[in-house]
């Protein structure tokens, strides 16, 4: 059963850093996509930071890039979003997720459907 547990977050101010980590509760073999998404009322949920776990590709969207930093922990099956010079546009629910499969993924794409596991979420206030 695969779960994956989320923690950190919370409340900064503008211009503050906060990190979330998120650890999966299943042995898994590198090469899978694991990464952030956000979700606020009435938007849709979207990619923030994904990667390739193993030392892969990193993806980022648009917005964060240079601000926020996705990395993983291999021995520890945790992966980590270190977010930097938050932004009040950066307030949000944000969720991990994984996709996994065990013959390995090259690239990882950014669209929330292609995730079957996700996190609780866990809320980033900026103000």
């Known amino acids: 059963h695969v779960q994956l547990v989320e923690s950190g977050g919370g409340s900064a101010q503008a211009g503050g850093s906060l990190r979330l980590s998120c650890t999966i509760t299943v042995r898994r073999f590198p090469r899978n996509c694991m990464g952030w998404f956000r979700q606020t009322p009435g938007q849709e949920r979207e990619g923030v930071a994904v990667m390739v776990t193993g030392g892969g590709l990193t993806y980022y969207h648009n917005s964060v890039k240079g601000r926020f930093i996705v990395s993983e922990d291999s021995a520890k099956n945790t992966v980590y979003l270190q977010m930097n010079n938050l932004k009040p546009e950066d307030t949000s629910l944000y969720y991990c997720?994984?996709?996994?499969?065990?013959?390995?993924?090259?690239?990882?794409?950014?669209?929330?459907?292609?995730?079957?596991?996700w996190g609780q979420g866990t809320q980033v206030t900026v103000s």
């Open positions: 997720a994984a996709r996994l499969s065990g013959r390995g993924i090259d690239s990882c794409e950014m669209g929330p459907t292609q995730y079957a596991y």
